[in-house]
């Protein structure tokens, strides 16, 4: 997906955008690997694709309401967040860039993480506008 980033035309649904994408990725796969003998059928594929579209029509509200938990996140927390998710970072390069020891930074990110998802689930179930 980020090699097609710049395709992606903002203020449409990035959910959508993104199972697109992972859907001709999984068919080019399996085109790859039709010798193998166990494999779907394309219909299969697409067939499942709109499965996953139907299942989750709220994807892109979740996706603004952990926006606006991330903007309550501590600035050094927030940062270190933000380090950590950057295309092609690793747990291992944040530490490297901030001195910190890659253990102690696991268990951060793993706060930090269980913050934002109880941060998500309250206010997806208090049902605040976005």
């Known amino acids: 997906m980020w090699s097609k980033f710049d395709e992606f035309e ?3 649904n990035f959910s959508a955008w993104a199972l697109r994408i992972a859907h001709f990725q999984v068919l080019n796969y399996y085109k790859t690997k039709k010798n193998n003998k166990l494999y779907f059928s394309e219909e299969t594929i697409h067939s499942l694709s709109q499965k996953i579209l139907s ?3 709220n994807t892109d509200e979740r996706l603004n309401v952990l926006k606006k938990c991330i903007q309550k996140l501590h ?3 927030r940062s ?3 380090l950590r998710y950057e295309p092609g970072a ?3 390069s944040v530490a490297h860039q901030t001195g910190k020891e890659v253990h102690s930074l696991y268990k951060l990110f ?3 993480h269980a913050r934002l998802l109880l941060c998500v689930r309250r206010t997806l179930a208090e049902g ?3």
């Open 55 to 57: 299942t989750n029509p």
């Open 110 to 112: 793993n706060k930090i």
């Open 75 to 77: 600035d050094h927390e």
């Open 90 to 92: 690793t747990t291992k």
């Open 80 to 82: 270190l967040i933000e």
């Open 128 to 130: 605040e506008l976005i």
């Open 10 to 12: 903002k203020g449409s």
